[in-house]
């Protein structure tokens, strides 16, 4: 157990839909990662956020966004959801913001889009 | 820019036998290196890491990994392979700059072994 949550465990939902995913990072963290692995492309990262503030950005599309709150807790919000976004979604966190603080990964969310 | 190559998608070896799973890295920086395991239906977890200081590192589960700079290599082994070793392998290099801190992962090995 990383001391990463994720919620939920499992979505289904329609295409053209809206979800959202929720992460609870270590306690003592600060920098929260959202990644996304697919068939297709594998492990990506999508977004940093560290200590409330937008860190980094990487393929993350126009239709998702994020943030973190002053409980340090993260959101990942999907929208206008197509049949590609199925995937599994993994938040970890890390206590800083540099490369050489050690990433612990959450057990990730399985979305399913029909 | 940062990137990783894992040679092999998929390796089978017998119970006992060696295991070497193999990561070619491509980094404009030093880079930071790590190896990660996922079972199925679980998260990730990391078995080792390079930052600096000594090529050659030991993880957990007996799994060890060796820094080769000349060859840009990172490459993953196990002197004797467990049934229970048997799930994906990711290696990651730790981006820098305009990806921030995220890791940059390879499309993964999937390690079978048989009895």
């Known amino acids: 157990d990383s001391g990463v949550t994720q919620t939920p465990k499992h979505l289904i939902t329609a295409t053209g839909q809206r979800v959202t995913l929720r992460c609870s990072p270590r306690s003592g963290d600060l920098s929260v990662y959202w990644y996304q692995q697919s068939l297709d492309q594998g492990l990506q990262f999508l977004i940093q956020?560290?200590?409330?503030?937008?860190?980094a950005k990487g393929n993350i599309l126009e239709r998702f966004s994020a943030q973190q709150f002053p409980d340090l807790h993260s959101e990942l919000n999907l929208s206008s959801l197509e049949l590609g976004d199925s995937a599994l979604y993994f938040c970890?966190?890390?206590?800083?913001?540099?490369?050489?603080?050690?990433?612990?990964f959450g057990p990730g969310t399985r979305l399913t889009v029909l | 820019a940062q990137s990783v190559t894992q040679l092999g998608s998929h390796v089978s070896v017998s119970e006992g036998a060696l295991v070497l799973l193999r990561c070619n890295y491509s980094?404009?920086?030093?880079?930071?290196l790590f190896w990660y395991v996922q079972y199925p239906n679980q998260g990730l977890q990391l078995l080792l890491k390079?930052?600096?200081?000594?090529?050659l590192v030991k993880g957990i589960n007996g799994f060890e990994a060796e820094f080769k700079k000349s060859e840009t290599s990172f490459h993953l082994t196990k002197p004797s392979a467990h049934m229970s070793d048997a799930a994906e392998y990711f290696c990651a290099v730790s981006g820098f700059n305009q990806a921030g801190t995220a890791l940059i992962f390879g499309k993964g090995t999937t390690l079978s072994v048989s009895s």
């Open positions: 970890a966190s890390s206590v800083g913001p540099s490369r050489f603080h050690e990433q612990f």
């Open positions: 956020y560290y200590n409330g503030e937008e860190r």
């Open positions: 390079y930052t600096t200081g000594a090529t």
């Open positions: 980094s404009s920086v030093p880079p930071y």
